[in-house]
């Protein structure tokens, strides 16, 4: 028995040094110094972390989705640290637990390729930020308000509020098409009128009507011009300028306008029409 007591285990270190108050005392002390270094660890991460979010939200100019992805980095950068602090508590080599680490994620990283990817364009989206919260874009034929940007996807919803889930690796490698960047947008029109209208009244009555809605702008200067020559009809093409936010509803209020003010000036829009002739068999 007191061979086995006095047999080295680890380190030279055997039972019998195992049970002595010194070497329990040691170890209690290193516990109760790692639970602490942890407990500091996260709240200190925590805090550094809640602090940079706050930069993004308390100024407007800022985009917000920035600051939380650089809080949670610097969040688990502490907390990584800690982690290696408690390691060196119990004696543990960390060169060499880096080292590990590292292998480790280089076989991860080579299972996890489509997923590391979509992480690398959610990098990239959040850093450069071709589109931001509330944006409405088009991304690979799908049009909707950006509702959260992930390190993994985006969320959008439809114009009939349906859920749209984009990988980042999508969205990175496809054309966007954002519509919220810029604050006026140039609406257009083709509007058809008979080939016997008038066309300088036609021009007028068009040009007059959209000009009238206090949503239009005169600067830049609104266009319209006779651009084709249709089988039925004279075609004007109308190009007037609005604020970005006013594009959807104004573009169709003047339609219905424009058609209304050129029925009250008598002017004919036409619509294709067919003539069929009967012929009847002398037999």
Known sequence: MENLLTT???????????????????????????????????????????RIENIGRNHKHLDETLFIFLGNIVRYVIIGFSFLFVLNTFGV???????????????????????LSNIAAGVMIIFFRPIKLGD?????????????????????????????IIPNSEVWGNTIVNYSVYPQRRAEWTIGVGYGANLADAERAIIDTIMADPRSLSDPEPFIQVNNLNASSVDFLVRVWCARTDYFQYQADMTRKVKEA??????????????????????
């Open 136 to 164: 409405f874009v088009t991304i690979d034929d799908e049009s909707g308000t950006v509702k959260a940007i992930n390190l993994n996807y985006i969320e959008m919803a439809s114009i009939g509020n349906v859920q749209i």
């Open 93 to 115: 080599q960390t060169t060499s637990v880096v080292a590990i680490i590292g292998a480790a994620s280089l076989a991860i990283g080579l299972a996890l390729q489509g997923t």
């Open 8 to 50: 080295p285990i680890i380190n030279g270190t055997s039972i019998m040094d195992v049970l002595t108050v010194e070497f329990i005392a040691s170890a209690v002390g290193s516990v109760l110094t790692a639970i602490i270094i942890l407990i500091v660890g996260f709240t200190v991460g925590g805090w550094v972390s809640r």
């Open 262 to 283: 050129l029925d009250a000036a008598g002017i004919d829009i036409p619509f294709p029409t067919r003539t069929m002739i009967m012929a009847k068999d002398d037999d």
